[in-house]
């Protein structure tokens, strides 16, 4: 299967405290982009890393992409309530097409 | 919310009924796609259609049946559904190519 793995399931911090949530993948791939859903509703485009590149951040994200490992991590800093949701990692590879994980459903308590 | 709408936002139809949902993104994008969310599965590519064109049927039931007219809209058909295809469906677009897609809110369908 080309879909990514999200570890872990479920992730329980305090606010003001980090978070981290692991992807891994079977195939060689584009991109890889996580995607965070708050409880029933749409999906919300967070970051994209390209293949090529290692690390990146976008506030208070950080994401690391190991090629040779076949995996990549998000980093949640400072973390707030309103994190609280369900984060998915999506994986392209040479076709259009976006295969997403079950998610890390993370809730920070206030 | 993006740029894309859904509607219905909930849906209960029995097993012989027959219902659309719709979608209608207003972001210019010429890709759009369907995808159905259970409890505790990864999110299931159901439908692309690129430029109006059905480019990809991930060995979806004939019982959904999807139409797009135009970039804008994309509306999935249904009829004699099952207990099993209750599930969260949400719509997507994009530029193509596959980089960031915009997501609607979804349509929470329950088949009685």
């Known amino acids: 299967s080309q879909q990514g793995e999200e570890d872990p399931q479920a992730l329980s911090i305090q606010e003001g405290e980090n978070a981290t949530m692991n992807c891994s993948y079977k195939?060689?791939?584009?991109?890889l982009q996580w995607y965070r859903q708050n409880s029933g509703r749409g999906l919300v485009h967070l970051i994209l890393i390209r293949s090529n590149e290692r690390e990146k951040h976008s506030g208070r994200l950080r994401v690391t992409l190991d090629t040779s490992k076949k995996s990549s991590s998000l980093l949640i800093t400072a973390s707030r309530a309103a994190d609280t949701a369900s984060y998915f990692c999506?994986?392209?590879?040479?076709?259009?097409?976006?295969?997403f994980g079950t998610g890390t459903r993370l809730t920070v308590i206030p | 919310e993006t740029g894309v709408t859904q509607t219905p936002r909930h849906l209960v139809m029995g097993m012989t009924n027959k219902k659309s949902l719709k979608c209608e993104q207003h972001l210019g994008h010429n890709a759009m796609y369907w995808y159905k969310q259970s409890a505790k599965k990864p999110l299931e590519l159901m439908f692309v259609?690129?430029?109006?064109?059905q480019t990809e049927n991930n060995s979806v039931p004939s019982r959904f049946s999807p139409e797009c007219p135009n970039s804008s809209h994309l509306f999935l058909h249904l009829h004699t559904l099952q207990p099993e295809d209750s599930a969260l469906y949400l719509c997507a677009s994009s530029w193509g190519g596959g980089d960031e897609q915009f997501f609607g809110p979804g349509t929470r369908l329950t088949v009685l």
């Open positions: 999506a994986t392209r590879t040479g076709a259009n097409n976006l295969f």
């Open positions: 259609y690129n430029f109006k064109e």
């Open positions: 195939t060689s791939i584009n991109n």
